[in-house]
């Protein structure tokens, strides 16, 4: 019964802890048997909380047997990427540089809200070093494997994340997105995954990358698990100074709404000229179910791609500068001169990226005068081979570390929120994602449309069957 239950969703769990069909600490043991069974394979934990777990799932128990009113994730068991502070590690940030942090002394804030709406928390997952990645592929801690097949990469830098939950560890898991570090591996593992507005959620207690770009949000298997989710962690928090000063408006209420009256377009152009056909044919078919006929196109997002590329490069370099002079030889190559590389670029161009940046972000926002949902891809692809080097993109042979944001990286640019919704296509053993996009502060809105396409089977998220 609690097997059934880990490969479902954190909404029954909640339910079967509540009633009392499952013990929280059943389900925690579950989860921590299942990790230490799988994870050698996967390669999506990085530090296992076992003792922190099943006291947590303990008190749960004791809890709902004195009639106290058990939270909405009551028992599910969780995980977060390995940037988020939790209590007695160090937090990684994926690298090598960061195990000699003390360890954190408090929880991120994301962490504790997870754990006061009833999730347990089973440990911290790996990631790209500094959150510098689109592969899933560490350097030091090695790849996370994608669960629907293990040649294949997850997507970074939140791969562990997807792992994790796409190999039935964990329903729900905590990630980053600074260009498309959650709807990447979202994309290539299958799984539903959100990137809230730009300000909504705190990232107070997180290692930052960019900070005029870095997101955090959830990934889970189910629409309702994913609202639920950020349902949970909503709210305005003094240790973030940057969090926007907007008030909480939960999702879950609101899912079955429907998606009558929406006004929804597909973008064109530049989210259609660089995509495999299997990326093309993935927004055909949720624009087909959705009724969705009208192509929009959003001027400039090749140049928002490129000035969203060199802001991370500079704002990532001024962060680690003092790593670079000191411990370069312990970074990952690759993340090394990239940031090397950030330090080196002129002030003037940072100056007119930032420019562009106010301007685009205004265009952009002039699209939803009368569109409320647009539809694009979330990679260009299926989930590449790990330790592939490039693909072919419209006739021409291209990287694949640095590619793979194409159609996030113009979105995250300016703060929009996004959910990515997996597709999968018969005969295809990987899936792909498409980005379903709404104004700032619509979250609702873009997981209500992901709502009813799960609903209606066009996008699903099934725990992968491992050899």
Known sequence: MTGALLDGTAQAIAAAVRTGTASAREIAQLALNRIKARNGVLGAFTDVTAMRALARADAIDAARMSGTKLGPLAGAPFAVKNLFDVVGLPTRAGSKINRDRSPARADATLVARMEAAGGVLVGSLNMGEFAYDFTGENAHDGPSRNPHDFEHMTGGSSGGSAAAVAGGLVPIALGSDT?????????????????????????????????????????????????????????????????????????????????????????????????????????????????????????????????????????????????????????????????????????????????????????????????????????????????????????????????????????????????????WTDGEKLPIGVQIIAAPWREDLALRVAWALERAGVVRAPVARLS
């Open 179 to 423: 260009n498309g570090s959650i709807r990447v591996p979202s994309s290539f593992c299958g799984l539903f995954g959100l990137k809230p507005t730009y300000g909504r959620l705190s990232r107070a207690g997180v290692f930052p990358f960019v900070a005029s770009l870095d997101h955090v949000g959830p990934l889970a298997r189910s629409v309702d698990d994913l609202a639920l989710s950020y349902d949970a962690v909503l709210g305005r928090d003094d240790r973030d100074p940057v969090q926007a000063d907007v008030a909480a408006a939960p999702a879950s209420p609101t899912l079955n709404d429907g998606v009558a009256g929406l006004r929804i377009a597909r973008l064109g152009g530049y989210f259609a000229r660089y995509a495999e056909l299997s990326a093309i044919s993935a927004v055909d078919t949720v624009a087909h179910a959705l009724n969705a006929e009208r192509v929009v196109e959003l001027a400039g997002a090749d140049v928002a791609r490129s000035a969203a590329y060199l802001i991370t490069m500079v704002e990532g370099a001024a962060l680690h500068l003092e790593r670079l002079r000191t411990r370069a030889g312990d970074f990952d190559p690759d993340v090394r001169d990239r940031l090397i590389a950030g330090a080196m670029l002129p002030g003037v161009w940072m100056t007119q990226a930032q420019k562009f940046r106010r301007r685009f972000r205004a265009e952009t926002l002039a699209l939803f005068r009368d569109v409320d949902i647009l539809l694009a891809p979330a990679t260009p692809c299926r989930a590449p081979r790990l330790g592939q080097r490039t693909f072919v993109l419209d006739g021409r042979e291209m990287l694949v570390r640095p590619n793979l944001g194409l159609f996030t990286q113009p979105l995250s640019f300016i703060g929009l929120p996004v959910v990515a919704a997996p597709v």
